[in-house]
């Protein structure tokens, strides 16, 4: 092949049942020279096996590095191994459907920095399930919807992250110290010194984490971590191994040992240090009011058959232009300090 203008970066671990339906996405893909990286944590089934196999048959071309797992880790080892200057990160069960995406994709972020010079422009899919299931499609609808909005929080990597070599090395390039959320964490980054642009095409990902875990549960325990990482206090990650599972063995999410976690390591702070974690935790959990009024917004759509995007954001608007001034001080903290406490006491009562 030509030297290629993008690198597709996948990292992996046990997903020899996934990755072979994104390689198949990949090899219809035209008009674009890439090369596809597979950044192995040390996979125990066949999943290098097939990446290699398929390199040889030529169907595809690239490489497969083995190092530490860890997704922060297994990254930027890909980055290392990528030529191109273009990069494109990929979750192993992500699919894409459109043959002409990735050109598309390429063309629409070139055309916006000839347009605008900021060096730290990266771009990112609209997001999509494989699956609706029963009784929790709206929770789906949500994220898909949420998704699409360039607000903090919002951007992750199963919607894919499109960014050249340089952006990514003046943000940093991956946490490693993250077992999760390392895309998060990056995306902040880039949303507060630069831009993200919505790139035309979706990427379709399994559902199969909320079939099994309960999208209550995920959804309770996913603003768990992004407070936590919010507000810069690792103990939780680190102390909680199983916070994410691999895909090959998710299981029914129980919450309470999470809950109780919690409290145990508060348990060993001194006061002053406890309440500035709960004061901490107001000031985000406050400044993240407005996915109450964008739920609601979500909801009216949902009833009326929209597609995700396609919603009035009346709540949403109402939220910035009235809640967010008015809440929006210590005080505003303080008080949502205490009502979070008080919804924490109640979890561990009566989970």
Known sequence: MTFPELSIIIPTLNEAENLPLLLADLIQQREVAFEVVVSDGGSVDSTCTIVEDLFASGKLSGSCVVGP???????????GAAKADWLLFLHADSRIGDVLQLRKALDFICEYQQQE???MTAGRFSLEFDTRPDGNRFGLFYYEAKA??????CIHGDQGMLITKACLQEAGFF?????????????????TSGQWLLLPGVIVTSARRFQIEGVKSRQTLNALIMNFLAIGWLDF???????????????PLHLLPFFMLIRELLGKMPIRQRWRIWLATGGYVRGQ??????????????????????????WLKWFDHWFEPLTNHCVGHALTALLVRLWFSWQLRFR
């Open 175 to 191: 946490r490693e110290d993250l077992p999760v959320m390392e895309d998060t964490s990056i995306a902040e980054v880039i949303r």
């Open 117 to 119: 010079t900021r060096l």
């Open 148 to 153: 699409r909005l360039g607000r903090p929080g």
């Open 237 to 251: 990650f680190l102390s909680a191994p199983d916070i994410y599972r691999q895909q090959d063995r998710t299981q």
């Open 289 to 314: 009011a407005w996915q109450l009024g964008f739920a609601l917004d979500c909801r009216k759509a949902y009833q009326r058959g929209y597609e995700p995007g396609q919603q009035t954001n009346v």
């Open 69 to 79: 797992s860890g997704r922060g880790r297994q990254l930027n080892l890909g980055v």
